[in-house]
């Protein structure tokens, strides 16, 4: 893109003048457009050292209602952030919807820089372009605008600014080392940023050159592209995406009614087996801290089977300051207003942790499928959203391990009927679970749906036969040890 | 895709039987909500040779009522199609809105077996890709679905039906030279063909890889996964699509006020004149048949602006074996249910001729904009897809002159006036000019946007002032001349 690259034409300073303050109306105007529609916007500004970016960005911003933007620049990534995987911290900075964020730079300044210092090597490069095309792919299949901006200057006039800033002591401080290596190195450089445009210039979310030689010509490019596309943006709502073929390793399912579910363990045997299990986990669980391994464990399952308790029996062989449990409710307001596993990616574990969910993303394929929460396409799309998540936390390394708990439906009105009947555990139950157990058969069909789309072989389903929460609570302490035993191997 | 492609599951004899009778009742229910919203289908099959894509096609289109889908076989292109550019053949295919055409083999057959016979060189390869991405966007953004399947199978399955088939007297003419030579070169063709797959996986048209190894299995994946599609498109109506970035190179134009219209030459000038460039003309048109060089002269400007005398004084020097005018009026019907360029593409000339057209595509911004005959969106994209389409055009050889013939509102009101004063020239004017004249600002507006963005270098506009009707045919003359020349240098 940049090397048969044609620079647009600088209109007249009258002319510029009219069209920025043009454009600067717009642009005031359209937030309140954004903010009652409900549009999250991500402008992501990326682009040569010193050919100012920031400076643009705080022009544009002007235009914006504080409340309305966010703004983040990004750094090399943090210690913390180093042990999540690699989108986690552009993911957790996606607006929300009605609001702007705006990112001098991110994830492309991350992967050509890694290029540029021989750290990624070709394969690692495919994948993480990849990785970055499904990333914004979700964002703009879920309704996000996502803006891209790359400021491009001339070797010539980059070096220009270069000795400009450094001839004044008040601005020397701005010219970093990595300025003055991408001036001596601007060829190299100016391909590796090429290949990145070209291998990430989608349909969707397409890439905007910004002739930055002039600023105030760079802010007019800005704002009259950015004004564009929220127009674009905003002429549609809820579209449907084509739902894409599934890419990934899927292993056959049971359905839930094939499942035997008279699997039980006498009490001796359990104490017994309990104690055995629960010591060699927490065993494991040093064993993993010191190897940085990060484990997921998600829980899924008809209310009263038990999830809980089986919980409860993993952490207990825990060191309390590698795991913490996330128990997933609706989401909050602010969770809402973002795509749906932003939440998720929110609570991911540092390697060496264990992270246990009871009620996961999977929410997306059940409860709001069935409640209508979401529309046909989002669910029907989620499948493979949620199998392109995992592949992101299976790639970074994490052990992942996905419980469905199943009882039958005599057992559920048993459980109810007697946590209804004991006052201590009253709180327990309620209205809702009596509606749910009423759509049992729909939700069946659609656990069915969701066992089969997403049993890949990185992140795999284990039915816990709970009739006997016993036998689950064992059964889920072997599958956990297995796993982490397998991923330590 | 192919090379870490994971076969989906095939069902149970029973649960298929099922399935595959629930998939053709609801494409037959399909069908009539395509013809109601309008939706045009164009479903690709691609994929190895003996894969069976003939024989489910076959199956696939009984559920359809006749008169609403079309089914072509892509050859090896004719001498005829040889002289057009090299998307014509499929361009001209696309179906019109409310049908389907399926296409047994199309643009990725004739790609990836140019790769395999040695005939594309790398640099072209990546041309005709680019060239493929932008002609399926351009038919995702204008609201056609498209749905492209690949049907696999193994090396060991494809020999396997080449030696039955061949076996059988009445069935080995069945087996062409390409499937065998595909079969020995098997691991050849699969990287030619997974290269092809993921360079054009676009996510408006993604591919859908079929196992092909059970002609009835392979049946219900295109089903279903057709019906889903189908499900998909019918959900949005009128979709706005981001604005993509110049990507051509422009020339600065002058704007339609900033024109001499002054310029003036005397009868005795232009007969002398026209005499020595009609000659000159009609030489060259000798020499470009003879070096197959095709032409494309198009005219647009203001009603009365002498168009019509112009293009006269061109075709009088031409022999008429090798050129045709086309007048464009408001599209046919079955022309209006198809992109707005397919008009177009089907009244290319062959290389070596000349096609004059009076009026074109540019219809796309000047009146469907100005009198609402498309949405915002549409026109505003238009600028981009007219440059990808004379892009394409000027890469398959084509010399191409845009002319805006250019006269002030003065002249255009005494010639109308004229018109409706002289019995013999009433019929050269209608109501229609009359209120088009009104709105010569907007129109003023709109043609100077469309001056801007499309004077590209490879397809330049040319103003004819035409106050002077003789001196804008020898302006015209000269530049055909001059283009031509400079073409068969």
Known sequence: MLENWNRPQRPEEAELEERLKAANERLAGQQMMIK?????????????????????????????????????????????????????RHFVKIPEAGKFMFLDSGWMDEVTGECL??????????????????????????????????????QKEQKKRIDALKSDKNTSWRVGEKDSWQNRHYDKCLSVFDRYLNDTNLPAAPW????????????????????????????????????????????????????DLD????????????????????????????????????????????????????????DPRGFEVHPIASPEPHEKARHYLWRFWNRLPKTGHIAVFDRTWYGRVMVERLEGFCRENDWQR??????????ELADWGAVIIKFW????????????????????????????????????????????EMLQKTNTTYAPWHILESNDKRYARLKALRIVIESIEKALD
Do not use: C
Not at 122 to 136: A, L, N, P
């Open 36 to 88: 009652e529609r409900g549009l999250p916007v991500l402008v992501l500004f990326e682009g040569w050292g010193t050919a100012g970016k920031g400076s643009v960005l705080g022009k544009v911003i002007r235009n914006i209602d504080p409340r309305f933007f966010k703004v983040a620049a990004m750094d090399v990534p943090t210690q913390e952030e180093r042990r999540k995987p690699f989108l986690y």
């Open 117 to 154: 210092d021989g750290t990624l090597k070709e394969k690692d490069y495919k994948k993480k372009v990849e990785s970055i095309k499904r990333f914004e792919r979700q964002l703009t299949d879920n309704g996000y605008l996502v803006m891209k901006f790359f400021f491009h200057i001339s």
């Open 208 to 259: 905007y050159i910004i002739d930055a030689k002039s600023r105030k010509w760079a802010q007019l490019q800005v704002l009259e592209t950015l004004a564009s596309g929220i127009d674009t943006a905003l002429k549609n709502s809820a579209m449907a995406v084509p739902l894409l073929q599934n890419v990934f390793p899927l292993e056959r399912m049971p359905k839930l009614d094939e499942i």
């Open 263 to 318: 699997k039980a363990v006498t009490q001796e045997e359990y104490r017994a087996e309990l104690d055995r299990l629960q010591e060699r986990l927490g065993h494991l669980h040093n064993k993993l801290y010191r190897k940085k391994v990060p484990v997921i464990i998600a829980y899924e399952g008809w209310d009263a089977a038990g999830k809980g308790g089986n919980i409860k029996r993993i952490t207990e062989a825990l």
């Open 382 to 391: 989620a499948y493979n959203e949620i199998n392109e998540f995992e592949r």
């Open 405 to 448: 708990v199943q009882i039958d439906k005599d057992t559920q009105l048993a459980r109810f009927n007697e946590r209804q009947n004991t006052p201590a555990k009253q709180w327990k139950i309620t209205e809702e679970d009596w509606r749910n157990r009423e759509k049992w058969d729909l939700y069946e069909g659609a656990v069915n």
